[in-house]
């Protein structure tokens, strides 16, 4: 026994109920996935990504890591923004933080937690550059929300940096860079109004010219 037999059971009931519903879902999704979405988001199991904004499978390309960063140097991300971009071409990156991150919270303090510490380094990053704002907020719980709404916009900048998105750009390919944060008390999004569309939005400091060019 494994143990996960309720699993099992819970995904028998679903799939009968997909295809009593929808008699042509599976086999239409078998064939194809075309979402014009990708979104980047926490591994906390308290955000799920499709359910949040009501889409079914196929519909939306999902990365998560802890604490949605976007770091060049991550190949995983990178290789899944590449697919999602130059390959399903979607129209929209949303980078989706959560108040009451772990993460964060995490990174806000000087505990050692293993090699998680090199990971949270990129949060901490954030708060040095916005410790003039952060630690103007006295209450803890709000400080931690604002730093998860600002590491959001950082994340946002880091797609915008990248070739991958900036190359699309140059193709005119339509492409637009989001950043919103789910709120857990109330299954509720808030949009950041951070959202970039080409590369005249971001700092010049970061434009990437094609080979040659």
């Not at 026994?1 to 086999?27: A, K, T, Y």
Request: glycine share 8%.
């Amino acid at each position: 026994m494994s143990g996960l037999e309720h699993l099992i059971e819970n995904n028998r009931r679903w799939s009968e109920r997909i295809s009593r519903d929808r008699p042509s879902f599976f086999p239409t999704l078998a064939e194809q996935q075309n979402p014009d979405y990708l979104w980047i988001g926490c591994s906390d199991s308290r955000v799920p990504a499709n359910e949040i904004v009501d889409l079914l499978p196929g519909e939306l390309f999902v990365h998560r890591n802890i604490a949605n960063v976007v770091v060049h140097s991550d190949m995983n991300a990178m290789s899944v923004l590449q697919f999602a971009v130059e390959v399903l071409q979607v129209r929209h990156v949303i980078v989706t933080g959560h108040y009451g991150c772990g993460g964060v919270r995490a990174a806000m303090g000087h505990r050692q937690l293993g090699l998680i510490d090199n990971w949270l380094r990129h949060i901490k990053d954030v708060y040095r550059v916005h410790a003039d704002d952060l630690d103007g907020i006295d209450d803890e719980h709000r400080r931690a929300d604002r730093l998860c709404e600002l590491n959001v916009v950082e994340q946002v900048r880091n797609v915008c940096h990248t070739t991958i998105v900036q190359n699309a750009w140059a193709r005119g390919q339509p492409l637009a860079v989001h950043g919103w944060v789910y709120g857990l008390s109330d299954g509720r999004v808030k949009d950041l109004d951070v959202s970039v569309d080409g590369r005249r939005n971001i700092d010049r400091l970061y434009h990437m010219n094609a080979t040659g060019e």
